[in-house]
């Protein structure tokens, strides 16, 4: 099983940028449709964008279109987030996970991947 490690997270103002990277080992990410989630206090493990093997296509949720953007590195072994324009909204534990399902295209839930990494804290002030 690929084991994942997140980092890049802290505190950034509102309107700032940070960029998450999730490092992969024990596997290939070749073999992984990967995707980012979040989560705040109180709340689910929501959704935030995909990856498709190719790195050819790309979803994110509506709450984050327009300002992040997924991609990865297949030499490196990474997957990427960038996220820009960032919102107090957006602060959240940010996790990377990986999934040896098919690509659907669309959001996924957390149930569709069963390999986590322990995830970054992202907390965006106002």
Known sequence: QVQLLESGGGLVQAGGSLRLSCAASGRTLRRYVMGWFRQSP???RRFVATINRSGSSTYYADSVKGRF???RDDAKNTVSLQMNSLKPEDTAVYYCAARTSYWSGGAYS???FGSWGQ????????
Do not use: N
């Open 69 to 71: 953007t997924i991609s």
């Open 42 to 44: 109180g709340k689910e």
């Open 119 to 126: 995830g970054t804290q992202v907390t965006v002030s106002s």
């Open 110 to 112: 957390q149930v569709d």
